[in-house]
C-alpha cells in the first residue's frame, strides 16, 4: 500500500512563508508525477502546483505563480511545496497526491492515483 504524508502546515500571518513536505512510502513507489492541491471551506479541490520527476519540470496555477515553488528529492520519495508572500485567500486543505503514469494534464484531478489526507494551511489578515 502506498501512503502519501503531508506535513509542513500551520498558521501564518499574510506576507509569511511555509514550506509543506509529502512523503511517500510503502510499497516500490514510483511515480510520474507528484502534484498539490487544496481546497477551501465550501469550494472544490484545485489544483495549485505539479512536478514531473523526468526533467525536473514545474507547472503552476497562476494564482501562485511567482509566490509558490514545488520542487522534488527523488531519493527521499518527498516533494515540497514552498509558499511565500502568502495572502489569506491561500488558506486551505493541501493536499498531496501522485500520479503514476502520463494521462494527460497534471492540473486533473483525475490524473491522479494517490493522495494524502491533507495539512491545513491558514493565513491571518
Known amino acids: 500500500q502506498v501512503q502519501l504524508v503531508e506535513s509542513g502546515g500551520g498558521l501564518v500571518q499574510a506576507g509569511g512563508s511555509l514550506r509543506l513536505s509529502c512523503a511517500a512510502s510503502?510499497?516500490?513507489?514510483?511515480?510520474?508525477?507528484m502534484g498539490w492541491f487544496r481546497q477551501a471551506p465550501g469550494k472544490g479541490r484545485e489544483f495549485v502546483a505539479a512536478?514531473?520527476?523526468?526533467?525536473?519540470?514545474?507547472y503552476y496555477a497562476d494564482s501562485v505563480k511567482g509566490r509558490f515553488t514545488i520542487s522534488g528529492d527523488n531519493a527521499k520519495n518527498t516533494v515540497y511545496l514552498q509558499m511565500n508572500s502568502l495572502k489569506p485567500e491561500d488558506t486551505a486543505v493541501y493536499y498531496c497526491?501522485?500520479?503514476?503514469?502520463?494521462?494527460?494534464?497534471?492540473?486533473?484531478?483525475?490524473?491522479?492515483?494517490?493522495w494524502g489526507r491533507g495539512t491545513q494551511v491558514t493565513v491571518s489578515s
Open positions: 512536478f514531473r520527476w523526468s526533467g525536473g519540470i514545474t
Open positions: 497526491a501522485g500520479d503514476v503514469y502520463y494521462r494527460g494534464s497534471l492540473a486533473s484531478r483525475a490524473n491522479y492515483d494517490y
Open positions: 510503502g510499497r516500490a513507489f514510483s511515480t510520474y508525477a
